[in-house]
């Protein structure tokens, strides 16, 4: 049985759509990550399965997968994507996309970019979270010359390294060094972060399970909130991506708003001899 799916990316965040809300569906872990080969299946940063709402109030729960199969908790430019195809199925301007981690409402903008609450920073070590207790401000955690890093939680762990020049940083070297570091139990998206000015930031990114990406919309809120917290920008600014710029605000009342485009490159199936390849084990996806 063939499986139709959308490729999306947000600012070349990459991702495969699936939507499973009419269909039952489900794979392994192993095939999700047959899925994931960039030469002989389709390649994604996060696979996407949307599915039938678990919360009153839900216009979807969208389930977030890395291609090494392990689950995430959130995703800023995947959710952006979903929020746009369900508004564009249904003709409204709003809605409201549920993760693990919790609602995300979304509100399409009258220039063609998508604003998404991503809910409120999590600052405290457990939300991270930690091996123990620790300022979240400035970390006691250090690769070479790079240390004392702030931590936020976005649904997922994040921990953001400032530095005087983001692209001197051999991000491929130390990203899954610190992603693997022992203080981090779940272990953690690490970005580097350049101050441009009190309204513009540069940042690179490794995620967890998925290695370098050309963006990170919840990392791109958690380093805006690091920054707001060393004092460094103001609390609306654009962080800039190599995919792109996303405008993050860090509001009073703690919720955390990203706003940034979405695009749809092309429309397929999945074929039974792709998935067939790697057709045992425990299902990971079920809907």
Known sequence: ?????????????????????????????AQVRAI??????????QFIVIQPPRTQGATAF?????????????????????AHLLMEQSGIAEAVIETISGLLPATAEANGLITVDMGPA???????????PADTLRLDVSEGPWSGPVAVSMGN???????????????????PVLEH????????????????????????????????TRACGSGS????????RR??????????????SLTIEWRDDGHVLMTGPVALSFSGVLQPDLLGQTSVGAALVTA
Do not use: Y
């Open 1 to 29: 049985m063939t499986i139709p799916f959308l490729k999306m990316h947000g600012l070349g965040n990459d991702f495969v759509v699936i939507d499973a809300r009419s269909r039952t569906l489900s794979l392994t872990e």
């Open 36 to 45: 994931a080969d960039r030469r002989t299946g389709v390649g994604f940063d």
């Open 62 to 82: 969208m389930q977030i997968l890395n291609p090494d199969g392990s689950e995430s908790g959130a995703c800023g430019n995947a959710t952006r994507c979903v």
């Open 122 to 132: 999590r600052l405290d070590w457990r939300d991270i979270p930690l091996a123990g």
């Open 157 to 175: 762990p994040h921990i953001v390294f400032f530095v005087d020049d983001v692209d001197a940083v051999p991000l491929e070297r130390v990203g």
């Open 181 to 212: 570091h022992p203080a981090f139990p779940q272990r953690a998206n690490i970005e580097f972060v350049q101050v441009l000015s009190r309204t513009e930031i540069r940042m690179r990114v490794w995620e967890r399970g998925a290695g370098i």
């Open 221 to 228: 809120c958690a380093v805006q909130v690091a920054a707001v």
């Open 231 to 244: 004092g460094l920008t103001d609390r609306r600014a654009e962080v800039v991506l190599d995919g792109g």
